[in-house]
């Protein structure tokens, strides 16, 4: 992919682990897709295990997934708040 300015090409793993530009990945980006793809299915999953293994209701399914996607928002963000020291 030619680009306006000269740079040396880089292997994929180098355009991931050392991103010198807001064009290349990076971990941090991975991670969040990899949470933005994954985050659901296993909150769901856990969620119906708990309510399999006899923890909780079925009444409860709701209220206990809610609450597990919403803490897990919140520790995302804290996470990033953590490291990016904003």
Do not use: C, Q
């Amino acid at each position: 992919m030619p680009r306006d300015i000269p740079t040396e090409e880089k292997s994929v793993r180098e355009r991931g682990t050392y991103a010198n530009d807001g064009n290349d990945p990076t971990i941090a980006s991975y991670l969040s897709s990899l949470f933005f793809l994954l985050s659901v299915p296993a909150l769901v999953s856990v969620t119906y295990v708990g309510y399999w293994g006899g923890l909780y209701g079925e009444s409860a399914v709701v209220p206990i997934f809610a609450g597990l996607l919403i803490a897990s928002i919140a520790g995302v963000f804290a996470v990033m708040h953590v490291t990016t020291g904003r």
